[in-house]
């Protein structure tokens, strides 16, 4: 049995979080998490900088660096905060990791590979209408 909470938000993840605490005590399992970046996300704002003319090819480059250097930062107080929140349930974490990948869904599909029961996913709006079918383990939150 494994229970998979990944943030794709990383500003609004709680009902996701409580979520797979929940599948994870009632499960009597640990649970996994994931932050997860979307490489195509950040290239996309960057590129969209560079072809506009803000920005010329070395501070883009600059700037992308400097913003996954932001969300892996990021990242880190997110996996402290569920992990604090989680001790408090009586949920014991398996692993905490922070993902990068050009989707979403092709991440999702390897962590199913994985042998995943449940995938509960913290998502922002924004990528609700961009992300495509998930496996029937998977739910999707929506947080504000």
Request: glycine share 6%; proline share 3%.
């Amino acid at each position: 049995m494994s229970i998979w909470l990944v943030v794709a938000n990383p500003y609004a993840y709680d009902k996701a979080m409580w979520k797979a605490v929940s599948e994870a005590q009632q499960n009597q399992t640990k649970l996994r998490v994931v932050f997860f970046i979307n490489n195509n996300s950040i290239h996309d704002v960057i590129g969209e900088l560079g072809q506009s003319g803000w920005l010329g090819s070395n501070p883009l480059h600059k700037l992308q660096n400097s913003m996954l250097e932001g969300y892996r930062a990021l990242a880190g107080d997110v996996l402290k905060r569920v992990k604090r929140k989680a001790k408090g349930k009586e949920v014991e974490l398996e692993s905490q990791e922070v993902v990068e990948r050009r989707t979403i869904e092709e991440y999702i599909f390897e962590v199913v590979e994985e042998g995943a029961t449940k995938i509960v996913i913290a998502g922002p709006q924004l990528l609700t209408a961009k992300i495509g079918e998930l496996p029937n383990i998977a739910e999707y939150i929506e947080e504000d």
